[in-house]
């Protein structure tokens, strides 16, 4: 069973503009959430997180945001540069319960910056 | 700084064969470490996850097992690998106490014949 889905296997976006990028979880233990970046033939890399006690955090062009009663998250990327072309997936976690100590990833949405 | 290691990074192993992946982090002491396989086409799917020497939780049934012999090293093995096991395999290392922020190895791929 998917508690994390990202429905957007795939985003194309011009260099500058913004890159939005969506996270729907079904889990409502879920207290934490993550994206990670990752590039081809490598592990995955930390990009930017949100407590649930929150509903914005903002990292340079990197802005997450929560919404908890709809239970989505979104990343957007602004403005969107072509070493940004990668997969993105959405993670989350509980402190409580099965989800304690885990992530529960997402498929990925592979982004494209074109020039 | 921390670092994880992974080796190796492909590897091609016929059907009915053994596996052993090999992860190591440097530069941390307890650890928590991760093993996570990602299909074609598919998300990072939880395999195996470790707070202590010794101390192994198995997320799903499979053909795999998972061993910590040093509070540093996370191994993963099988006796007889199935074409199934097929992936792209990642380690993982976060701090103990907050499994939040995990750090990832360079994976290996893994292809069976």
């Known amino acids: 069973d998917q508690q994390v889905k990202q429905n957007s296997p795939s985003l194309s976006v011009q260099e500058g503009r913004i890159s939005i990028l969506n996270c729907d979880y079904t889990?409502?233990?879920?207290?934490?959430f993550l994206w990670y970046k990752k590039y081809p033939a490598e592990g995955p890399t930390f990009l930017i997180s949100i407590s649930s006690i929150k509903d914005k955090n903002e990292d340079g062009r990197f802005t997450v945001f929560l919404n908890k009663s709809a239970k989505h998250l979104s990343l957007h990327i602004v403005p969107s540069q072509p070493g940004d072309s990668a997969v993105y997936f959405c993670?989350?976690?509980?402190?409580?319960?099965?989800?304690?100590?885990?992530?529960?990833f997402g498929a990925g949405t592979q982004v494209v910056v074109t020039p | 700084s921390q670092t994880i290691h992974q080796w190796p990074a492909t590897l091609v192993q016929p059907v009915g064969s053994p596996l052993s992946l090999e992860c190591t982090v440097e530069?941390?002491?307890?650890?928590?470490l991760y093993w996570y396989r990602q299909a074609a086409g598919r998300g990072l799917q939880l395999l195996f996850y470790?707070?202590?020497?010794?101390?192994i939780s198995s997320e799903v049934p499979q053909n795999l097992s998972a061993s910590r012999p040093q509070d540093r090293q996370f191994i993963l093995s099988s006796k007889k690998l199935l074409l199934s096991d097929s992936g792209f395999y990642l380690c993982?290392?976060?701090?103990?106490?907050?499994?939040?922020?995990?750090?990832f190895g360079p994976g290996t791929r893994l292809t069976v014949t």
């Open positions: 993670a989350a976690s509980g402190s409580v319960g099965d989800s304690w100590g885990k992530l529960q």
């Open positions: 993982a290392w976060s701090v103990l106490g907050n499994s939040y922020e995990q750090y």
């Open positions: 470790s707070v202590g020497i010794g101390q």
């Open positions: 889990n409502s233990m879920f207290d934490y």
């Open positions: 530069g941390t002491s307890n650890p928590n």
